[in-house]
Nanobody
Framework: QVQLVESGGGLVQPGGSLRLSCAAS????????LAWFRQAPGKEREFVATISWSGSSAYNSDSVKGRFTISRDNARNTVYLQMTSLKPEDTALYYC????????????????????WGQGTQVTVSS
């Protein structure tokens, strides 16, 4: 069983930055592809970014491209989402997700492909 715990959310002004963290336990973290999703009130869960278990492959959704960066530290069992140039429309509950297996380049943007989810951390962008 995999446990994922997100942290780092909060209230930030437009144009500001935050770094989210997701710590994993209960598994060999380095074999898992990871992703960040978000869900705003009244909206469906939305893909944000994904990274392969090796870290050699990663990509973002078009809505955050150039502003958000996903990274991971397998030695610390942690995945990060560095968010810059934040906008009010980035306000949402941010979740990390994990999926076992795949090649060292495997990434996925479909929420249904992920086996494990954290509880989420709230990000609010407002002046």
């Amino acid at each position: 069983q995999v446990q994922l715990v997100e942290s780092g959310g909060g209230l930030v002004q437009p144009g500001g930055s935050l770094r989210l963290s997701c710590a994993a336990s209960g598994t060999i973290f380095s074999t898992y592809a990871l992703a960040w999703f978000r869900q705003a009130p009244g909206k469906e869960r939305e893909f944000v970014a994904t990274i392969s278990w090796s870290g050699s492959s990663a990509y973002n959704s078009d809505s955050v491209k150039g502003r958000f960066t996903i990274s991971r530290d397998n030695a610390r069992n942690t995945v990060y989402l560095q968010m810059t140039s934040l906008k009010p429309e980035d306000t949402a509950l941010y979740y990390c997700a994990a999926k076992d297996g795949g090649s060292e380049y495997y990434t996925a943007s479909g929420a249904g492909l992920y086996d494990y989810w954290g509880q989420g951390t709230q990000v609010t962008v407002s002046s």
